[in-house]
């Protein structure tokens, strides 16, 4: 049965292909986009929009995990990648999506989407929220994209981070309030008495810190009032550094000065980026 869906899927008789697409949508695209896109047996295909990508009319499909392109009935153009290597989602003029999408290199794709693109947004934006991923958003409100997506985006955060075991873990650890405003998570490396300890790197409106995995018991978290400097140093992506640096009152109210050194981000231009806009604020 799956082989003659299958043929009739592969068929270049955009009428028959289609008809048939329509009276089995749900059996067939799933079908179509597992076979050709190589996915896994039980990968779910979320929903497909009409789309142009690199001016090649075809279809967009959103699966739990990769979003996939395949102008076949039109065309040769096709293309996949993994929705947890998107770093940045934006809306642009004209109807257009740009995924910024970071896989061992940086690639932006940009598709037209004929209709529902609002929708489409939101739908990658919510698995992004589930895999807790932090991206960059630029999705001004307009007449196509609902009202006021980047605040809406925004208060999914802070809800989705009420929900995350670590985040709850470090702001009870560290006695913050409990309607600090969650920010993001990174992975990475801190500096420790010249060894580096895994951990990640928590970002709050007001407040950074850091929480070491394993057997390291280092730990960290600092207002951004006390924050005096903030440095990325030159280097490639694994080697380039974020540095803090610190200055606020210690025992008999004299001025204590120190600092801390990340490294390892999976994308340390994006990380500094962001927290460089919190602590000028």
Known sequence: MENYLLSIINSRTDKLCKRFMKTHKDVSIALYVRSYFGLNADEKVMEYYSAFYDECNGYLFLTEHFICFDSKLW?????????QHIIAVRKKPS????LKVNDQSVVEYRFTVTKNLAKLISEILEILEKMSLDVEVDTPPDATISDNQPRGRRRARSQFAKNDAS???????????????FVGKYECKIVNDGSYDQGILFVFK????????????????E??????DLQK???STP?????????????KKKK???SYTFTRFTNCNDTFQRIQELWKK
């Open 75 to 83: 065309g040769d153009m096709r293309t996949v990648f993994q929705i």
């Open 95 to 98: 109807n257009v999506l740009l």
């Open 167 to 181: 985040v709850l873990r470090f702001t009870r650890m560290f006695g913050l309030p409990e309607n600090a405003k």
């Open 206 to 221: 007001r407040y950074i810190g850091f929480l070491a995995d394993g057997l390291s018991s280092f730990k960290m978290m």
């Open 223 to 228: 207002d951004y009032k006390d924050v005096t």
């Open 233 to 235: 140093k030159k280097g």
């Open 239 to 251: 080697t380039a550094t974020i540095v803090l640096s610190i200055k606020k009152r210690g025992e």
């Open 256 to 258: 204590i000065k120190y």
